[in-house]
Antibody
């Protein structure tokens, strides 16, 4: 069965960077894109970007352009999301999720809480 | 960042129906049949309920249905059950270099 497992919670200081990993299994890794979505406490879902694992091609939300980098290690079926220049308002749960049919998102990771605190 | 517009809340008694709207523009909802709906219970990851406007993934009850007219998509939950109480988000592919957008979210309460 498809599984999407993310790295654990992290605490960072303002201005630092965070890297969240997302290991997938149960399907052919290079066949499906992977999205990153975040959710600040009590707030809505917010799309950050996605990667095509076969060629590493990425698309980012304009809001995060320049601060977010999504990469992958096909040999490990793992995708990474790097967010730099962290601000207090970046405190959120970060989800990675597999792209399904017709621009849906069908399998979600458990979420990774990133807390930005001095 | 732009978001699709949803009503903040909706409610219904067990057995009744509730419909949630999701309004966008011709650059997203109105221009493509790439509307999805997600259910999210507190502290949990979202779950895909509807894709491509009106298709249900395997395992999603047929009480959940989707539709679209112009720039507005809708999710209807029929025969409300206690476990349907959750937040619901719509999403859509978007052009104009936006790529993908979620809705503002609707909290559904089963009275």
């Amino acid at each position: 069965q498809v599984q999407v497992v993310q790295s654990g919670a992290d605490v960072k200081k303002p201005g630092a960077s965070v890297k969240v990993s997302c290991q997938t299994s149960g399907y052919t890794f290079i066949t499906y894109a992977v999205h990153w979505v975040r959710q600040a406490p009590g707030q809505r879902l917010e799309w950050m970007g996605w990667i095509s694992p076969d060629n590493g091609h990425t698309k980012y939300s304009q809001k995060f352009q320049g601060r977010v980098t999504i990469t992958r290690d096909a040999s490990a079926s793992t995708v990474y999301m790097d967010l730099s220049s962290l601000r207090y308002e970046d405190t959120a749960v970060y989800y990675c999720a597999r792209a399904g049919s017709a621009w849906s998102i069908d399998y979600w990771g458990q979420g990774t809480l990133v807390t930005v605190s001095s | 960042q732009s978001a699709l517009t949803q009503p903040p809340s909706a409610s219904g008694s067990p057995g009744q129906s509730v419909t949630i709207s999701c309004t966008g523009t011709s650059s997203d909802v109105g221009g493509y049949n790439y509307v999805s709906w997600y259910q999210q219970h507190p502290g949990k990851a979202p779950k895909l309920m509807i894709f491509e406007v009106n298709k249900r993934p395997s395992g999603v009850p047929d009480r959940f249905s989707g539709s679209k007219s112009g720039n507005t998509a809708s999710l209807t939950v029929s025969g409300l059950q206690a476990e349907d109480e959750a937040d619901y988000y719509c999403s859509s592919y978007a052009d104009n270099n936006i790529h993908y957008v979620f809705g503002t979210g609707t909290k559904v309460t089963v009275l």
